[in-house]
C-alpha cells in the first residue's frame, strides 16, 4: 500500500491565541479517542495539521471514520518520502500509476513550505511532472482542469504526496464549546439539532421524557439507538436522562385547559431539563424546533414555553425547511431510527386544537391551579435515570440511511 499517512486540516485561520491552542488540544484527543480500537496508528503535529501514521493500516476505514468527526476540514491519505528529489519522484510516479480510475490529465502542486529546500514550488512542478510524464507517456499536463492534481508538500520532516481531499464535518471540535443537555424525542428533528450542536463544538447530555407504561420499551430503544449514533459522531459516550413524565403528564391533561396541554406539558419539561441541567453544569438547552412546524412551534408559543426556563434556548433548526431536515437526518444516519413507528410521550395526550397563540398569564394560572405540580416536577427530576451509551462500533456508516448500521 501507498498510502502511509492520513492528513488532517483543521486550521481556522480566525482562531488566535489560547484559544487555537485549546481547540488544537480537543482535537487530537477526540481524533485518539475515536481511533482506539482501529489498529497501532501513532500521531504527529505539524503546523496547524495532524498526520496520522498508519503503521501499515489500510487507509479507508481510518478516513472515514476521521471524516465524520468535528472541527476536522479535510483529510487526505498521503504518501510520504524524504526529501532527496529522486525519491520524491518515484514516489509521485509510483502514486499516478496507483490511481484506479486512470486519469488522461494531470498536473503536479508543489508547496515548498520549508524553505530551505534547494529547488522552489516551480522548478519541483516541472521536476516532478517531468519525471511523471515520461514513466506515464500516455499522460497529458493540464494546468486548467486536470483529472488529476497531484501535490507534493515539501515540510522540513518530510514530503508528503496526495491527490484526494475529503471535505470532513468542520465545526468545533467535541466539547470545546460548553454543555448542554438535548431534549430528544424519538422524531427526525431532534437527533438533527443534537448533531448540529455537536458540530458547533457543544459537549451534550440527552434527555428523553417517557410515559411508561402509555409509551413503550421500544419507544425508548429508539431513543437509545439515536443517542447512540450521535455518540459516534462525538467519538465519546453520550449520557442519556430518561425522565418519568406520566403523572405530570397525567395532571396536565386533566387539567381541563384542553388547548394548553402541549404548553403546559412542554413548560413542565423545560423546567425539569433546568434542575438536570444544574446538576450536570449544562449551560443551555437544545431543541429540534422548527419554526411554524407545530403549534407549538409558532413565535407566540415558543415565547410563552420559553419562559419557563432562564436557561439559553438553542434551536438550530429554526429556519429549516423540513426537507433540508430529512436530508441531514439521512446523512447522519438518523432516519431510517427515527421513522420507527412507536408513539411518543407527546403524541398520547394530543389535544384537537391546540393553541398557537397561548396566554401567558393564563397558563401561568393553570400551572397555579395544579395542585402538587412543583412536587410532581420534583419526583420527576428524582425518578430520573441515567444511562451511559456509546455506538456500538466506531466504523462509519456503510451508507448513510441504511439501517445495517444499527
Ligand atoms: P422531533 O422530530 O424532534 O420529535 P417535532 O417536530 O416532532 O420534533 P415536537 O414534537 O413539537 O416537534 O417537539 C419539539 C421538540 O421538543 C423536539 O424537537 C424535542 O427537542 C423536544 N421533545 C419533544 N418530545 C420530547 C420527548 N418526549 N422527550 C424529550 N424531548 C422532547
Ligand atoms: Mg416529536
Given at each position: 500500500m501507498l498510502y502511509d499517512q492520513i492528513v488532517l486540516r483543521y486550521g481556522d485561520l480566525t482562531m488566535k491565541g489560547r484559544n487555537r491552542n485549546r481547540f488544537e488540544k480537543r482535537m487530537i484527543d477526540q481524533v485518539k479517542q475515536a481511533l482506539i480500537g482501529f489498529?497501532?496508528?501513532?500521531?504527529?503535529?505539524?503546523?496547524?495539521?495532524l498526520y496520522v501514521k498508519l503503521n501499515g493500516l489500510p487507509y479507508e476505514p481510518v478516513a472515514d471514520r476521521l471524516k465524520d468527526l468535528f472541527g476536522i476540514i479535510s483529510v487526505s491519505p498521503v504518501m510520504s518520502t524524504e526529501l532527496e528529489l529522486e525519491k520524491i519522484q518515484a514516489a509521485a510516479a509510483a502514486l499516478m500509476q496507483s490511481i484506479p480510475d486512470k486519469p488522461a490529465t494531470f498536473k503536479v502542486n508543489a508547496k515548498r513550505a520549508w524553505k530551505a529546500y534547494p529547488h522552489t514550488s516551480q522548478e519541483m512542478n516541472h521536476l516532478v511532472g517531468g519525471y511523471v510524464l515520461r514513466s506515464m507517456p500516455e499522460l497529458k499536463v493540464d494546468v486548467k482542469k486536470p483529472d488529476v492534481e497531484l501535490r507534493v508538500d515539501i515540510q522540513e520532516e518530510a514530503v508528503y504526496l496526495y491527490y484526494e481531499v475529503i471535505t470532513a464535518a468542520g465545526g468545533f471540535p467535541y466539547g470545546s464549546n460548553g454543555k448542554a443537555l438535548l431534549l430528544l424525542s424519538g422524531g427526525?428533528?431532534?437527533?438533527?439539532?443534537?448533531?448540529?450542536?455537536?458540530?458547533?463544538?457543544?459537549?451534550?447530555?440527552?434527555?428523553?421524557?417517557?410515559?411508561?407504561?402509555?409509551?413503550?420499551?421500544?419507544?425508548?430503544?429508539?431513543?437509545?439507538?439515536?443517542?447512540?449514533?450521535?455518540?459516534?459522531?462525538?467519538?465519546?459516550?453520550?449520557?442519556?436522562?430518561?425522565?418519568?413524565?406520566?403523572?405530570?403528564?397525567?395532571?396536565?391533561?386533566?387539567?381541563?385547559?384542553?388547548?394548553?396541554?402541549?404548553?403546559?406539558?412542554?413548560?413542565?419539561m423545560l423546567r425539569i431539563t433546568e434542575q438536570l441541567a444544574q446538576r450536570s453544569g449544562a449551560g443551555g438547552i437544545v431543541t429540534g424546533e422548527s419554526l411554524g412546524q407545530v403549534a407549538s412551534q409558532t413565535l407566540a408559543s415558543m415565547n410563552v414555553i420559553g419562559r419557563a426556563t432562564g436557561l439559553p434556548l438553542l434551536k438550530p433548526?429554526?429556519?429549516?425547511?423540513?426537507?433540508?431536515?430529512?436530508?441531514?437526518?439521512?446523512?447522519?444516519?438518523?432516519?431510517?431510527?427515527?421513522?420507527?413507528?412507536?408513539?411518543?410521550?407527546?403524541?398520547?395526550?394530543?389535544?384537537?386544537?391546540?393553541?398557537?397563540?397561548?396566554?401567558?398569564?393564563?397558563?401561568?394560572?393553570?400551572?397555579?391551579?395544579?395542585?402538587?405540580?412543583?412536587?410532581?416536577?420534583?419526583?420527576?427530576?428524582?425518578?430520573?435515570?441515567?444511562?451511559?451509551?456509546?455506538?456500538?462500533?466506531?466504523?462509519?456508516?456503510?451508507?448513510?440511511?441504511?439501517?445495517?448500521?444499527?
Amino acid at each position: 500500500m501507498l498510502y502511509d499517512q492520513i492528513v488532517l486540516r483543521y486550521g481556522d485561520l480566525t482562531m488566535k491565541g489560547r484559544n487555537r491552542n485549546r481547540f488544537e488540544k480537543r482535537m487530537i484527543d477526540q481524533v485518539k479517542q475515536a481511533l482506539i480500537g482501529f489498529g497501532p496508528v501513532t500521531y504527529f503535529k505539524s503546523y496547524g495539521r495532524l498526520y496520522v501514521k498508519l503503521n501499515g493500516l489500510p487507509y479507508e476505514p481510518v478516513a472515514d471514520r476521521l471524516k465524520d468527526l468535528f472541527g476536522i476540514i479535510s483529510v487526505s491519505p498521503v504518501m510520504s518520502t524524504e526529501l532527496e528529489l529522486e525519491k520524491i519522484q518515484a514516489a509521485a510516479a509510483a502514486l499516478m500509476q496507483s490511481i484506479p480510475d486512470k486519469p488522461a490529465t494531470f498536473k503536479v502542486n508543489a508547496k515548498r513550505a520549508w524553505k530551505a529546500y534547494p529547488h522552489t514550488s516551480q522548478e519541483m512542478n516541472h521536476l516532478v511532472g517531468g519525471y511523471v510524464l515520461r514513466s506515464m507517456p500516455e499522460l497529458k499536463v493540464d494546468v486548467k482542469k486536470p483529472d488529476v492534481e497531484l501535490r507534493v508538500d515539501i515540510q522540513e520532516e518530510a514530503v508528503y504526496l496526495y491527490y484526494e481531499v475529503i471535505t470532513a464535518a468542520g465545526g468545533f471540535p467535541y466539547g470545546s464549546n460548553g454543555k448542554a443537555l438535548l431534549l430528544l424525542s424519538g422524531g427526525i428533528d431532534s437527533p438533527v439539532a443534537g448533531w448540529m450542536a455537536l458540530r458547533k463544538g457543544l459537549e451534550l447530555e440527552a434527555v428523553h421524557f417517557h410515559s411508561y407504561p402509555f409509551t413503550s420499551d421500544k419507544a425508548k430503544d429508539k431513543v437509545i439507538e439515536l443517542a447512540k449514533r450521535l455518540s459516534y459522531y462525538s467519538g465519546e459516550p453520550i449520557k442519556l436522562h430518561l425522565v418519568p413524565f406520566t403523572d405530570l403528564q397525567t395532571k396536565i391533561a386533566q387539567s381541563k385547559n384542553d388547548n394548553l396541554i402541549i404548553t403546559l406539558m412542554r413548560r413542565a419539561m423545560l423546567r425539569i431539563t433546568e434542575q438536570l441541567a444544574q446538576r450536570s453544569g449544562a449551560g443551555g438547552i437544545v431543541t429540534g424546533e422548527s419554526l411554524g412546524q407545530v403549534a407549538s412551534q409558532t413565535l407566540a408559543s415558543m415565547n410563552v414555553i420559553g419562559r419557563a426556563t432562564g436557561l439559553p434556548l438553542l434551536k438550530p433548526l429554526i429556519m429549516m425547511d423540513k426537507q433540508e431536515i430529512i436530508d441531514v437526518a439521512v446523512r447522519i444516519g438518523t432516519f431510517e431510527t427515527s421513522i420507527l413507528p412507536y408513539e411518543d410521550c407527546c403524541t398520547l395526550f394530543l389535544p384537537k386544537s391546540p393553541s398557537t397563540n397561548p396566554n401567558l398569564n393564563i397558563v401561568m394560572k393553570a400551572e397555579k391551579q395544579m395542585l402538587g405540580y412543583d412536587e410532581l416536577i420534583a419526583a420527576a427530576v428524582e425518578g430520573t435515570e441515567e444511562l451511559m451509551l456509546s455506538a456500538a462500533s466506531q466504523t462509519a456508516v456503510q451508507s448513510a440511511g441504511e439501517d445495517s448500521w444499527f
